[in-house]
């Protein structure tokens, strides 16, 4: 059974302070690890898929990294407006349906 | 591109009440469509996986006859919430992958349920 396990739960910081979020994952056969935003109300905002270990993709202050076990999003000089929860997912074998973690909550204060 | 609406994105009922929810690929063809439920600070859990033409497939534990789903055309999919109760009050949300790429879902903006 595939598993995914994120890091921390809750992040707090400041503007510009730049940080990093985990997701651990355990599958067979990994068909692509997926990152998602999601506003309170709303739903999930897709941002990145990665496929392979060594992979890396970008977009604006956000920078997705993979390696076999984890993925890392990177935050460089958050602002309030990076404030949002961050979900991570996976889908491997021969299932489509991906399986999420409980998500970051990050806080960027002003 | 890809994106997916929902409506209502918010409703309220009486108990007892059935209510319909849509969701629509609005610029690309959705073989599958996914129906998840969210509690307040929690992930996403799958509810019912649709393929246009054919019953969905639903996870273990949701109720088929009280989740209808109908996912009658390529670009839109409902769910039917049938004799709804307070407990059933929470945000509903679907997503759609594009045909021929199966792994990336793109979601709808979601539907506030509250029964009262």
């Known amino acids: 059974e595939d598993q995914v396990t994120q890091s921390p739960e809750a992040l707090r910081l400041q503007e510009g302070e730049s940080s990093s979020l985990n997701c651990s994952y355990t599958?067979?056969?990994?068909?692509?690890l997926f990152w998602y935003r999601q506003d309170p109300g709303k739903g999930p905002e897709f941002l990145f898929t990665?496929?392979?270990a060594g992979e890396e993709k970008e977009k604006e202050r956000l920078k997705a990294t993979l390696t076999k076990k984890e993925s890392f999003l990177h935050i460089t000089a958050p602002k309030p407006e990076d404030s949002a929860t961050y979900l991570c997912?996976?889908?491997?074998?021969?299932?489509?349906?991906?399986?999420f973690g409980r998500g970051t909550s990050l806080i960027v204060h002003p | 591109g890809a994106v997916v609406s929902q409506h209502p994105s918010r409703v309220i009922c009486k108990s007892g009440t059935s209510v319909k929810i849509e969701c629509r690929s609005l610029?690309?063809?959705?073989?599958?469509m996914f129906w998840y439920r969210q509690f307040p600070k929690q992930s996403l859990m799958l509810m019912a996986t649709?393929?246009?033409?054919?019953?969905?497939?639903?996870e273990q534990g949701v109720e088929k006859d009280k989740f209808l789903i109908n996912h009658a055309s390529l670009t839109l999919s409902t769910l039917t919430v049938t004799s709804a109760h307070p407990e059933d009050s929470s945000f509903y949300i679907c997503?759609?992958?594009?045909?021929?790429?199966?792994?990336?879902?793109?979601f709808g903006p979601g539907t506030r349920l509250t029964v009262l």
């Open positions: 997503s759609a992958t594009l045909a021929g790429e199966t792994y990336e879902q793109f």
């Open positions: 599958v067979s056969g990994l068909r692509g």
């Open positions: 990665l496929y392979s």
């Open positions: 997912a996976v889908a491997s074998g021969g299932s489509y349906i991906p399986t």
């Open positions: 610029d690309f063809q959705a073989t599958t």
């Open positions: 649709s393929n246009e033409g054919s019953k969905a497939t639903y």
